[in-house]
């Protein structure tokens, strides 16, 4: 990148600044599980998470202010606002699954939130609920109660992105319904500009950071098939991996499985061809 200096990594992607007020965002192939990224990439996934998130950060922006600036025409680079990032997840979930469900078996709340007995496994929540997490730079995100949220960043500020992170996610489950997506669960992260104001950052609804049931399966009472990372997820579980560095490789099956989902739920989402976006990313915007 001749015209933007590389400042950090992340798991996956690379991030570079132009200057004090605009990065630049490189989503690449490289995909995670139980935070650890795997050694092997699966083709088109950045530019699928780069696309979704255009994509919402364009619908979303009268419930929330956020980074995006310019799309590339590489399709898997973004534009952005600089900003003062917030120190947690912002997880909100709409039905019980994964840590939640765990959660929920051991204590039958999620979070601080204490939920009706009898509850099953993939069974929707009577409410969308928040469940802040931990932001770990190392090791597992883990999730925290919103006292402990409250703690890293305010009981004010926190009450506000519990706000903006709920209207978000009922926005997007309300549309992916009415395209035979569940959105179970997703993760936001926020931070403040230079006025102090919430910013969405980022990405934002995408299979890396949801998990995306088709509707016309659900069947509540287990795992649900899934159009995210669990099929490599499920893959993993599989195997003999104790869940730390490093991760093992996939197999051309889970490598072509994966895509196709991740490509299937950006043009179920979208409503586009993913080809066409991949002529002209702007086309989500």
Not at 119 to 130: I, N, S, Y
Not at 145 to 172: K, M, N, S, W
Request: with cysteine.
């Amino acid at each position: 990148m001749p015209d933007a200096v590389h400042v950090g990594s992340g798991k996956v992607r690379e991030l570079y600044a132009f200057d004090d007020e605009r990065l630049l965002l490189v989503a690449s192939d490289r995909i995670s599980v139980f935070d650890v990224v795997l050694p092997t990439a699966i083709p088109d996934k950045g530019r699928v998470l780069t696309g979704l998130s255009g994509f919402w950060f364009a619908r979303t922006r009268g419930i929330c202010r956020n980074h995006l600036l310019a799309l590339r025409p590489d399709g898997r680079s973004t534009e952005c606002q600089r900003l003062e990032m917030l120190p947690i997840e912002c997880v909100v979930r709409g039905y019980l699954a994964g840590s939640g469900w765990k959660d929920y078996r051991a204590t039958g709340e999620i979070s601080g939130h204490r939920l009706p007995a009898g509850l099953r496994e993939a069974d929707r929540l009577p409410e969308p609920v928040f469940t802040p997490a931990t932001k770990a730079t190392t090791g597992h995100d883990e999730n925290i109660t919103r006292a402990q949220a409250a703690e890293r960043v305010g009981a004010a500020r926190l009450a506000e992105v519990e706000r903006l992170a709920i209207a978000l996610y009922r926005f997007a489950a309300d549309h992916a319904r009415q395209r035979g997506i569940i959105i179970a669960d997703t993760k936001f992260e926020f931070g403040l500009d230079q006025q102090g104001r919430v910013v969405l950052a980022d990405e934002a609804v995408t299979p890396d950071s949801s998990r995306f049931w088709p509707a016309d399966g659900y069947a509540p009472g287990g795992p649900q098939p899934s159009f995210d990372k669990q099929f490599v997820r499920d893959f993993t579980e599989r195997t003999a991996w104790p869940k730390t560095y490093p991760g093992p490789e996939l197999p051309p099956d889970v490598v072509t499985g994966t895509r196709a989902r991740y490509i299937e739920a950006f043009e179920r989402l979208t409503g586009l061809k993913f080809t066409d976006y991949l002529a002209n990313p702007t086309i989500v915007l």
